[in-house]
Structure formats: structure tokens, C-alpha cells
Nanobody, 121 residues
Framework: QVQLVESGGGLVQAGGSLRLSCAASGRTFTNYAMGWFRQAPGKEREFVADINWTGRRTYYVDSVKGRFTISRDNAKNTVFLQMNGLKPEDTAVYYC??????????????WGQGTQVTVSS
């Protein structure tokens, strides 16, 4: 079992930045690839970014490429999502996930409780 706790969400104006953190506990952190997902009101949860266990491989959904950066600190069992150039359409609850790659896609096995990000125009 892996427990995930997100933090760092909040209210920010368009063009601003936020840094989300996700602290993991339980099983060995480096056993897992990590990902971020988001869910806007009335929409399905969507993939945002993932990172492999070494941190050398990352992947992003097209809508955040060049604005968001995923990283991890294995010594601190923490994964981050640096979000720059935020847009109102980035407003959502952001979820951290621990999982694995099947073929080339990230699949989540464990989820955090989510943190709200609201971007005002």
C-alpha cells in the first residue's frame, strides 16, 4: 500500500505559478513511476504528466507542454508539479498517483486525495 498526500494548491491569477507537492509513504518510492492527473468540474479525470522512477523520463499532455514540469526527489519520497503560465482552463482538482508503465502508458495503482487549483482570469 502507498499513501499519497498532495499539497500546494490554491487560487492564482492567470499567468501565475504554483508548485504542487505529493509526499509518498508506505512501500518503496522508487518502485513506482509517478503521475499527476486533474479533474475539472463536470469533466472526466485526465492525465497531466508522468515521470519514471529515475526521473530521467517524463511525459506531458499536449495542453501543458512547455508550462508544467514534473520532477521527483527520491530521497524525500516526493514528486512535484511546477505549473507556470497558468490559464483558467487549468482550474481543476489535481491528483497525484503512483503506478507503473504498461506498454508506454502510465497506469495508476494508488491515488492521493487531491488538491484544488483555481486560476482566475
Amino acid at each position: 500500500q502507498v499513501q499519497l498526500v498532495e499539497s500546494g494548491g490554491g487560487l492564482v491569477q492567470a499567468g501565475g505559478s504554483l508548485r504542487l507537492s505529493c509526499a509518498a509513504s508506505g512501500r518503496t518510492f522508487t518502485n513506482y513511476a509517478m503521475g499527476w492527473f486533474r479533474q475539472a468540474p463536470g469533466k472526466e479525470r485526465e492525465f497531466v504528466a508522468d515521470i519514471n522512477w529515475t526521473g530521467r523520463r517524463t511525459y506531458y499532455v499536449d495542453s501543458v507542454k512547455g508550462r508544467f514540469t514534473i520532477s521527483r526527489d527520491n530521497a524525500k519520497n516526493t514528486v512535484f508539479l511546477q505549473m507556470n503560465g497558468l490559464k483558467p482552463e487549468d482550474t481543476a482538482v489535481y491528483y497525484c498517483a503512483a503506478g507503473a508503465y504498461r506498454s508506454t502508458s502510465f497506469y495508476a495503482d494508488y491515488w492521493g486525495q487531491g488538491t484544488q487549483v483555481t486560476v482566475s482570469s
